[in-house]
């Protein structure tokens, strides 16, 4: 997964293990530092990644499923469907997927470690996402109780558009913006960002800027988005 950019949770070191697929009735692959992997022939598609030969996307997520959480899966999904352009990370040549295909993937697999993660977090997948932060922060919010909010919503004012949200309660008129480190680095990046602040509040709406500080201790952000909620309804 992390080959292909999709998010993975830990880091990767020279002294991990790599595994290899090999299709069943194959040899098993035994070597120090090698693990082997046998699945039916159709399985798994044969990828080159760059110079590096490996599987196809899904076959990949499917052999990471029983090592994710619930939470950790939506993330990888988001990544491996997003039709964003800008979603960090991810490799440039990657197949174009789509909940659908992996649902398929999943009927032709039938059942194996994480399986039926796979298939509760596809319920869970929203497309247009543009980063994992942005899901992380979305998945918080309907664990604290709050709302769905929308994903990526486009705010326009006579016809002109105006902002687009990483999340938003659009009836409420809440807009809700990740602001990761590129946020904070760029001088040129923050002064879009405090002037887009400044036109949404003008148009009337409230803008809850979250950092990853927000996502670990999460109480005072949900609060304020609760707070923000009760004042509009």
């Known amino acids: 997964m992390r080959v292909w950019g999709y998010p993975h949770p830990g880091t990767w070191s020279i002294d991990a293990p790599i595994t290899v697929v090999v299709t069943t009735g194959s040899a098993r692959v035994r070597s120090r530092g090698i693990t082997g992997l046998r699945l039916a022939e159709g399985r798994a598609h044969p990828w080159r990644i760059g110079e590096i030969p490996g599987v196809d996307p899904v076959t990949a997520l499917f052999m990471c499923a029983g090592t994710l959480t619930?939470?950790?899966?939506?993330?990888?999904?988001?990544?491996m469907t997003s039709t964003a352009d800008n979603y960090p990370g991810l490799r440039e040549g990657r197949p174009t997927?789509?909940?659908?295909?992996?649902?398929?993937?999943?009927?032709?697999?039938?059942?194996?470690?994480?399986?039926?993660?796979v298939r509760d977090g596809l319920s869970r997948t929203r497309d247009g996402v543009?980063?994992?932060?942005?899901?992380?922060?979305r998945l918080l919010l309907a664990t604290g109780g709050l709302p769905e909010p929308?994903?990526?919503?486009?705010?326009?004012?006579?016809?002109?558009?105006?902002?687009?949200?990483?999340?938003?309660?659009?009836?409420?008129k809440i807009a809700i913006e990740y602001e990761g480190d590129g946020h904070r680095t760029s001088r040129d990046q923050w002064r879009r960002d405090v002037q887009?602040?400044?036109e949404l509040e003008d148009l009337g709406w409230i803008v809850i800027r979250v950092?990853?500080?927000?996502?670990?201790?999460?109480?005072?952000?949900?609060?304020?988005?609760?707070?923000?909620?009760?004042?509009?309804?």
Request: glycine share 2%; aromatic share 4%.
């Open 70 to 79: 619930d939470d950790q899966m939506v993330i990888a999904l988001d990544a």
């Open 150 to 172: 929308v994903v990526q919503h486009e705010i326009h004012e006579n016809g002109v558009l105006i902002a687009r949200s990483d999340l938003a309660y659009p009836d409420l």
């Open 130 to 137: 543009e980063s994992p932060k942005e899901t992380e922060t």
């Open 196 to 198: 887009r602040q400044r």
């Open 97 to 117: 997927l789509t909940p659908i295909d992996i649902e398929q993937c999943l009927r032709a697999w039938v059942r194996f470690p994480g399986s039926r993660r």
């Open 211 to 233: 950092t990853q500080l927000d996502l670990v201790d999460t109480r005072p952000l949900l609060d304020r988005i609760r707070r923000a909620v009760a004042s509009r309804r």
